[in-house]
C-alpha cells in the first residue's frame, strides 16, 4: 500500500503564559516558544503515514518550528510570513492556510492538533475542511487506514466514538493519540531549508489580518475574590487553621439570575434573531446557552438542539425550534446556511464547546464569512455589539469583539449558571432538511458512565505535575473523608496519568464545587478558568511564590505527602460520615 500525501498544519505558541499587549495582540517580544504540543502530535502521524508536508503561519521565529518538523520526518516545510497577517482570527488564518495547502498540490490528509495552548479555538481545523470541500474527524485517539478510508476513534467530552471516514479529509488530534513529534534545536536544518512564503505568493484575494471579523478590543482586569488567606508553619497547625477557615467560608451564592424576558420574541420579522446551537448531549449547558441568549437578544432566539421539548425550550428562553432531519456536522452547517440567508442572517449564533458544536459553528462561520468567537467564559452585549471573555495569562479577560452582520461564539457553558426559567408561552417548531454525509460512516459510540461525577460533586481534588502518578493512592483518604472526586490540570492529562474527561480548564472542562482542593499544581490561569465558580479554592503547595495561592480563599505552604495526613487527621477528630472513596483513588 502506497503512502498518502499528508501535511501537517501546525503553529508556533509560547511555553509559558500568554500575554496581549497593548493592541490585543500575542505580547511576543523575547517569550520562549515552541510548536504547540497537539501539533507534535500532528506532525508525527503525518510522518507515520506517508510522503509529509507542514505548513506553519506566524512571525520570522515561526520558522522554527518547520524546522523541528523537518528533522522529525517532514520531506516539505513551508513558512507563511507576511505582515499583512498580522492579528489574523481564526478566519483569515483558516483562508491563507487552506490557500498554503492548495498551492502545495492535492493532499490525502491533513492534520492538525486538536486546538492550542494559547488560543484554545478548535476551530480552525474544521474551517479549512470547510474551505476546501472535505470532511472533518476529531479529536483523534487512533487513527488507522484501509486503501482510501480511515478508521478512527474519537474522543469527546464524556464519550468516545467510532467511524470510517474517507480520503481526503481533515482530521484532528487528540492530545494522547500518539507519541509527540520532539527534535532537538542541533538536529534542526537551516532556516534556508523551509520554504517562505508571503501573501503575494498565495491568492491576491485573501483577506488580510486587518480584515479580521474578530478583534481582541481591551484586557479587562480579573476583580479578586477569594480571601487569599496563606498558612505557614507545622503541618499539623497549618491543617487546624485551614478548617478553621473553611468552617466560615463564605459560599457563592446559590440563588440564579432571572432571564430578562418574560414574553416570547416576534418571529415575524425575525430581526436580531439569536441561533443557539447544543448537541442535546447535555441539557444543562442546552439551558445556559437559551438562557444567555435571552438575555442578550433584541430578536427572537432559535435553538437548534436535538432532543429538546418544547416545554423546555420556551421556558429557557427559546423562541422558536428547528428540528434537524440528520445531524452530521457538514451538511448541518450548509443547512444553517441556507436557511439564515432565506430568513435573514442572524445576529448571533450561539454553541457550547462540544466537538459537535465546534465544526458546525466553525463551517458556518466560513459560509457566512463570519468570526468567531471560541471558549468565551462570558458574552454581554452593548451597543449592538456582542464581546466575549476569555482569560488571558497576564491575569486578566481579553475582550474579542465581532463584527460584521453576524457574530459566532462557544461558550464554556460549565462557567455560567442556568438562569431561572421564565413563564410557559407558546413556541414555534419547523423542521429542516439536512442532507446525508457520505464521507463519515459513525460506527459506534460509547458513553462514559461516570463523565458527570465531577459536575456532580461537592468537593473536587485537583492534581497537577507536582503528585506523581504513583502516589495518588496517598490521596484517598482525603478524598473519603470529603466525599471528593479527583481531577487534573492538562499536563496531567496529557501525559496519560488521569482520563481527558478528568482535567480542568479553558481547553477542557468547567465545574463548580463547593470545595476544590488544588495539590501540587502551580497556577496556570487557564487551569483555574474551570474552577472559576467554585465555593472555596483550597491550595496545596511548596513554593510559597506559586501562582495559585493568589487565585485561591486558603492556602498552606508546605510538602503535600505531609499536609494532606495532617488535614485527614483533623477532620477524622471532626464528627462527619465518610463517604465512598472516588473511583479514580481505589
Known amino acids: 500500500m502506497t503512502g498518502l500525501r499528508t501535511v501537517a498544519l501546525v503553529k508556533q505558541v509560547p511555553r509559558g503564559d500568554l500575554a496581549l499587549d497593548a493592541d490585543g495582540r500575542l505580547a511576543r517580544g523575547d517569550l520562549d516558544t515552541e510548536m504547540n504540543p497537539w501539533c507534535r502530535r500532528a506532525v508525527t502521524l503525518a510522518v507515520r503515514f506517508g510522503q509529509a508536508a507542514v505548513i506553519t503561519m506566524g512571525p520570522p521565529s515561526a520558522v522554527d518550528v518547520a524546522r523541528e518538523a523537518t528533522a522529525c520526518g517532514v520531506e516539505e516545510a513551508v513558512h507563511l510570513c507576511d505582515l ?34 494559547d488560543g484554545s479555538t478548535g476551530a480552525v481545523g474544521a474551517m479549512v475542511a470547510e474551505l476546501l470541500g472535505l470532511p472533518f474527524a476529531g479529536p483523534a485517539l487512533t487513527l488507522d487506514r484501509h486503501g482510501r478510508r480511515l478508521s478512527a476513534t474519537l474522543q469527546h467530552d464524556g464519550r468516545t466514538e467510532r467511524l470510517r471516514i474517507a480520503l481526503p479529509a481533515v482530521v484532528a488530534v487528540a492530545e494522547r493519540s500518539c507519541a509527540p513529534a520532539k527534535a532537538g534545536p542541533d538536529s534542526w536544518p537551516p532556516a534556508d531549508t523551509v520554504t517562505r512564503w508571503s501573501m503575494a505568493d498565495l491568492d491576491p484575494d485573501l483577506p488580510r489580518g486587518r480584515h479580521s471579523p474578530t478583534a481582541v478590543t481591551g484586557v479587562r482586569p480579573v476583580t479578586r475574590t477569594r480571601r487569599n488567606v496563606v498558612l505557614h508553619g507545622d503541618p499539623a497547625e497549618q491543617a487546624r487553621a485551614a478548617l478553621d477557615a473553611l468552617a466560615i467560608a463564605d459560599r457563592r451564592p446559590t440563588a440564579v439570575a432571572p432571564v430578562p424576558v418574560t414574553t416570547p420574541r416576534r418571529l415575524a420579522t425575525r430581526r436580531n434573531t439569536v441561533l443557539v446551537v447544543s448537541s442535546g448531549h447535555d ?34 428562553g427559546a423562541d422558536e425550534v428547528l428540528d434537524l432531519a440528520a ?23 450561539m454553541g457550547g464547546s462540544g466537538s459537535w458544536e465546534r465544526e458546525i459553528l466553525a463551517r458556518l462561520a466560513v459560509r457566512l464569512g463570519a468570526g468567531i468567537m471560541s471558549d468565551l467564559l462570558a458574552v454581554e452585549s452593548a451597543n449592538g455589539t456582542l464581546t466575549g471573555l476569555k482569560p488571558v495569562g497576564n491575569g486578566g479577560l481579553a475582550e474579542i469583539t465581532g463584527r460584521g452582520p453576524t457574530r459566532i461564539a462557544t461558550l464554556r457553558t460549565g462557567n455560567l449558571e442556568p438562569r431561572a426559567p421564565r413563564r410557559p408561552g407558546t413556541l414555534s417548531r419547523q423542521g429542516l432538511a439536512v442532507a446525508a454525509e457520505p464521507a463519515i460512516d459513525r460506527i459506534e459510540q460509547t458513553v462514559e458512565d461516570d463523565y458527570d461525577a465531577l459536575d456532580r460533586a ?5 492534581v497537577g505535575r507536582g503528585v506523581d502518578p504513583g502516589e495518588y ?13 479527583l481531577a487534573a490540570t492538562r499536563k496531567v492529562t496529557d501525559a496519560g496519568w488521569l482520563p481527558h474527561s478528568r482535567q480542568i480548564g479553558i481547553t477542557a472542562r468547567s465545574i463548580a464545587p463547593d470545595l476544590y482542593v488544588a495539590i501540587g499544581l502551580a497556577g496556570n490561569p487557564n487551569h483555574l478558568a474551570g474552577v472559576g465558580r467554585a465555593g472555596t479554592i483550597l491550595a496545596i503547595n511548596s513554593d510559597p511564590a506559586a501562582a ?39
Open 84 to 117: 499583512e497577517l498580522a492579528g489574523a482570527d481564526c478566519l483569515v488564518t483558516a483562508k491563507a492556510l487552506a490557500a498554503a495547502v492548495t498551492r502545495l498540490g492535492p493532499a490525502d490528509l491533513i492534520l492538525v492538533g486538536r486546538s492550542s495552548i
Open 473 to 485: 493512592g496517598r490521596l484517598a483518604p482525603l478524598a473519603a473523608l470529603l466525599g471528593a472526586e
Open 283 to 316: 441539557m444543562t449547558a442546552a439551558r445556559v446557552l437559551l438562557g444567555e441568549a435571552a438575555a442578550l437578544a433584541d430578536g427572537p432566539v432559535v435553538a437548534v438542539c436535538p432532543g429538546i421539548g418544547s416545554v423546555d425550550a420556551m421556558r429557557w
Open 327 to 349: 445531524r452530521e456536522p457538514r451538511p448541518v452547517a450548509a443547512a444553517l446556511a441556507g436557511h439564515v440567508r432565506r430568513q435573514g442572517l442572524p445576529w448571533a449564533v
Open 548 to 586: 495559585v495561592f493568589s487565585a485561591s480563599d486558603i492556602g498552606i505552604v508546605g510538602d503535600w505527602r505531609e499536609v494532606v495526613p495532617a488535614l485527614v487527621t483533623e477532620l477524622r477528630r471532626a464528627p462527619r460520615s465518610i463517604p465512598q472513596v472516588a473511583p479514580h483513588l481505589r
Open 458 to 462: 461537592t468537593t473536587v481534588i485537583a
